[in-house]
C-alpha cells in the first residue's frame, strides 16, 4: 500500500478553453502511414510518406518548426531520428521532427502497457508468481527481480514496471490479464482508441520484436492519456521504493524476505554522475534495446507550463545522451511556449469527442473506471514516496478532471484539453 497521503494546498492551473466545431472534433482523422514493416532494424532514413494525425506539418520528414522574431533557435544538436515538443495542456505541438516515424519503442511502450492494465486491478490484489508467468521473456531482458513461488501485490508489481522497467512484472501482469497475446490484443485496441496509429504491438513490455513499431507522436499521446490516472502519475514520479525480496532463512533459522531498494532508471527523474534532476520533472518513462536505441519521454513543469517531450533513438552515443537532448527540448520549449506558433496537434481520443464525457479516468480500482479523485475537485497525487520506507520524488502530477465542456446553447464543443496541473513535493527525510 501507499504511504499515508499529504494533503496540500491545490492550485489549479487551467488552460483556456479552445472552442473547437462538432465538425472538427467528429470528422475523420488524416490518414496514417502504411503498415509496419516486417523487418525488425529500422531504416536510417524517414519514409517519404508518413502519418498526417494532429496536422499536415507532422506527416513531413525533417524539423517542422515556425521560428519568427522572438523565438529561440532550436539546440543544434540534437541527434535524435525522431523528437516532439508540446504542450501538455494545450496539446499543441510547438516543434517536431520526424514526429511519426514509425520506430522500435523499447521500454517506453510500457506507458501503453500501465495505461491499458492499470485500471484492471486494485493496488492490493495479491499474486502468486508460477512458472508459466515469466515464460517468454527476450534474452537480456531489464528486470527488477521477481522469483517463482513468491507472492506480491499489485502494488508491488507496478513499482517494478515504472521503476526498474522490469520485463518480469509486465509478463506477471499480463498473465493476471489472461495472458500476454490477450494483453497484446487490449493494447492494440486502445492505442487505436488514442488515434495512436503509428502504433503495432507484438510484445508488451516493449522488447525488440518484428513489426513492433511507434512513433514520437504515440508515445506522446500515451503519456498524456497515462497521466489522467493518478496511479500511473505516482508510480511515473517515484524516484525510490522498497521492493519484496526472496523468501529465505537468516542466519538464525528465521523464515524472513527481507526487501530491496529499487531506483527509478529514468536519469532526469532520479540524476546520474553526469546528469542533474531536471527541474520540474515529474515522470514519465524510458528505454533502450539494440534495435531501438535510447527512447525517453518525459514531463515536466515550470512557471505553471507543463510540458511533454520525447526523443527517440539519439545517434550521438554519449552516456544518458537521450536525457541530455530531452533536457535540451525542454529548456526550449520553456522559452519558446507562449512565443512559437504550433505546427500541430495532440489529438484527443475518439471517445474524449463525446459530450458528458468527464472526469478522471479509473486507476487500480480494480476496474471500477473510476477513480475517487475523479472530477474537478479532484485530490492531489498521492504520496511522493512508496511504502517500505522509500524516498519520494520532488514533483508529481495531479490532473484536474473533466476533458470535454459542453457550451449551453451553443454549436461548438469546448475540448480542455486535459490540463494538468503539477504539485510540487519537498523528499522526504
Not at 513492433?212 to 508510480?235: C, I, M, N
Not at 473506471?369 to 520506507?389: E, Y
Amino acid at each position: 500500500m501507499s504511504a499515508p497521503q499529504k494533503k496540500t494546498t491545490r492550485r489549479s492551473l487551467l488552460v483556456t478553453s479552445a472552442a473547437l466545431s462538432s465538425l472538427a472534433l467528429t470528422a475523420p482523422v488524416a490518414l496514417a502511414a502504411p503498415g509496419p514493416s516486417p523487418s525488425a532494424s529500422p531504416s536510417a532514413t524517414p519514409p517519404a510518406k508518413m502519418s498526417t494525425v494532429g496536422g499536415t506539418r507532422l506527416g513531413q520528414a525533417g524539423t517542422q518548426v515556425n521560428l519568427a522574431t522572438g523565438v529561440p533557435v532550436l539546440p543544434k544538436d540534437i541527434t535524435a531520428r525522431s523528437w516532439i515538443v508540446t504542450d501538455a495542456e494545450s496539446g499543441d505541438v510547438l516543434a517536431a521532427h520526424n514526429a511519426h516515424w514509425r520506430l522500435p519503442p523499447a521500454s517506453t511502450m510500457k506507458m501503453l502497457f500501465a495505461d491499458t492494465v492499470l485500471p484492471k486491478f486494485a493496488k492490493t490484489e495479491k499474486h502468486k508468481v508460477v512458472p508459466s508467468d515469466l515464460a517468454g521473456m527476450g534474452a537480456g531482458s531489464s528486470l527488477v527481480g521477481i522469483k517463482e513461488g513468491e507472492t506480491y501485490t499489485v502494488h508491488d508489481l507496478w513499482l517494478g514496471v515504472f521503476l526498474r522497467s522490469g520485463n518480469d512484472a509486465v509478463h506477471v501482469l499480463s498473465a493476471m490479464n489472461k495472458g500476454v497475446a490477450k494483453t497484446v490484443e487490449e493494447m492494440n485496441e486502445h492505442a487505436e482508441e488514442l488515434q495512436a496509429l503509428d502504433t503495432h504491438v507484438v510484445s508488451p513490455d516493449g522488447y525488440d520484436a518484428p513489426g513492433q513499431v511507434s512513433s514520437a507522436y504515440d508515445l506522446t499521446l500515451f503519456a498524456r492519456s497515462g497521466l489522467q490516472k493518478k496511479d500511473f502519475r505516482e508510480y511515473c514520479s517515484t524516484v525510490t521504493a522498497k521492493f519484496p525480496g526472496e523468501t529465505k532463512k537468516n542466519k538464525k533459522g528465521k523464515i524472513v524476505r527481507k526487501p530491496f531498494e529499487i531506483q527509478n532508471t529514468n536519469r532526469l527523474l532520479s540524476g546520474d554522475f553526469d546528469i542533474s534532476q531536471y527541474p520540474g520533472i515529474a515522470g514519465v518513462k524510458n528505454g533502450n534495446t539494440t534495435n531501438a536505441g535510447a527512447t525517453f519521454t518525459g514531463v515536466a513543469e515550470r512557471n505553471g507550463r507543463v510540458l511533454l517531450v520525447t526523443v527517440m533513438n539519439p545517434s550521438k552515443e554519449g552516456h544518458n545522451e537521450v536525457y541530455k537532448e530531452t533536457a535540451k527540448l525542454f529548456d526550449w520549449g520553456f522559452k519558446a511556449a507562449g512565443k512559437v506558433a504550433p505546427v500541430g496537434e495532440l489529438v484527443p481520443p475518439r471517445g474524449a469527442a463525446q459530450p458528458g464525457n468527464s472526469g478522471e479516468a479509473g486507476a487500480g480500482s480494480g476496474g471500477s473506471g473510476k477513480s475517487a479523485d475523479s472530477g474537478a475537485s479532484a485530490k492531489p497525487v498521492a504520496s511522493a514516496t512508496a511504502d517500505g520506507g522509500s524516498r519520494g520524488m520532488e514533483t508529481a502530477l495531479a490532473i484536474a478532471g473533466g476533458l470535454l465542456v459542453l457550451l449551453a446553447g451553443a454549436a461548438f464543443l469546448v475540448n480542455r484539453r486535459w490540463p494538468l496541473p503539477v504539485r510540487r513535493r519537498s523528499p522526504r527525510p
